[in-house]
């Protein structure tokens, strides 16, 4: 039996296994219809601006990248 071939791309940081989610939308919550009421989320507050990653997309990405009050800022899970 040969053994399993190394996937050497999949180890490189130029190829993302887990691709970052640059800029996501964001919507009013009262407009953000597909969330449940027990939606888990990670939430983040800054320069008086909030938001609410939900937990279902951040495991697809597991990294944010945003911008929140006016400031880079950087989500991850």
Known sequence: MRPARFDRD???PL???FPPL???RSVPASEASWLQPDTLVLG???GGETRAYPLFIMQFHHVANDTL???PYLVTF
């Open 44 to 46: 983040a507050v800054q």
């Open 10 to 12: 999949r180890l490189s």
């Open 69 to 71: 009050g006016g400031k």
């Open 15 to 17: 190829s993302a296994t």
């Open 22 to 24: 640059d800029q996501p």
